[in-house]
């Protein structure tokens, strides 16, 4: 079982940036696939990237391609998530999640743990 709680949304300006936090607690956390996805209002959950166990690989949905980074940090059993050159369609719940098994998805159903989300406003 893993316990995933995030953190860093707020209000920021087009053009700002973030850096959302992902804090992992659970036995063997550290051997998880990691992915964010996010959800606007009005809008199906959509994925946004994900990290290999070791922090070897990265995938990302195009959207955020070349804007947004993602990281982890085994020993402390975090992932962040930096956002640049932050859009107004980026204003989304942003959802940490865990996946016991497999390589990099950006299909939900690999995903078996989900945090409570954190909101991202930007404005414009």
């Known amino acids: 079982q893993v316990q995933l709680v995030e953190s860093g949304g707020s209000l920021v300006q087009a053009g700002g940036s973030l850096r959302l936090s992902c804090q992992a607690s659970?036995?063997?956390?550290?051997?998880?696939?990691m992915g964010w996805f996010r959800q606007a209002p009005g809008k199906e959950r959509e994925f946004v990237g994900a990290?290999?166990?070791?922090?070897?690989?990265?995938l990302y949905t195009d959207s955020v391609k070349g804007r947004f980074d993602i990281s982890r940090d085994n020993a402390k059993g975090t992932v962040y998530l930096y956002m640049n050159s932050l859009k107004v369609e980026d204003t989304a719940v942003y959802y940490c999640?865990?996946?016991?098994?497999?390589?990099?998805?950006?299909?939900?159903?690999?995903?078996?743990?989900w945090g409570q989300g954190t909101q991202v406003t930007v404005s414009s």
């Open positions: 999640t865990a996946g016991r098994q497999g390589g990099l998805s950006s299909d939900e159903i690999s995903y078996n743990y």
């Open positions: 659970g036995r063997n956390s550290w051997t998880y696939l």
């Open positions: 990290i290999s166990r070791s922090g070897d690989s990265v």
